[in-house]
Nanobody, 123 residues
Framework: EVQLVESGGGLVQAGGSLRLSCAAS????????IAWFRQAPGKEREGVSC????????WYADSVKGRFTISSDNAKNTVYLQINSLKTEDTAVYYC????????????????WGQGTQVTVSS
């Protein structure tokens, strides 16, 4: 059974930091790409970052470059998203997603999803 479990969200003040975690199980970690998406109320779910586990290649949306860092701990089958300099615009539910093979920025390409973790940024 493929399972993705996000954690690390919460209520933080603008300018602060959070580290989100995505714990994966039930598949061969090295064969997959893992991505982070987010969805704010009334908006489309959008890709913010992706990592190809096998070679460590990464991608970031323009809106988060310089503030977000994606990384993986392959021994723990866990992907992290370090979020710095939080803005109120970052408020959303953050989802971890996995697909076999190459990375993608499109939500339609991912077949496995976590339950999401809420990030709320106050001013």
């Amino acid at each position: 059974e493929v399972q993705l479990v996000e954690s690390g969200g919460g209520l933080v003040q603008a300018g602060g930091s959070l580290r989100l975690s995505c714990a994966a199980s039930g598949f061969t970690f090295d064969d997959y790409a893992i991505a982070w998406f987010r969805q704010a109320p009334g908006k489309e779910r959008e890709g913010v970052s992706c990592i190809i586990i096998s070679d460590g290649a990464t991608w970031y949306a323009d809106s988060v470059k310089g503030r977000f860092t994606i990384s993986s701990d392959n021994a723990k089958n866990t992907v992290y998203l370090q979020i710095n300099s939080l803005k109120t615009e970052d408020t959303a539910v953050y989802y971890c997603a996995a697909r076999e093979g190459d990375g993608s920025t499109r939500k339609e390409e991912y077949e496995h999803w976590g339950q999401g973790t809420q990030v709320t940024v106050s001013s």
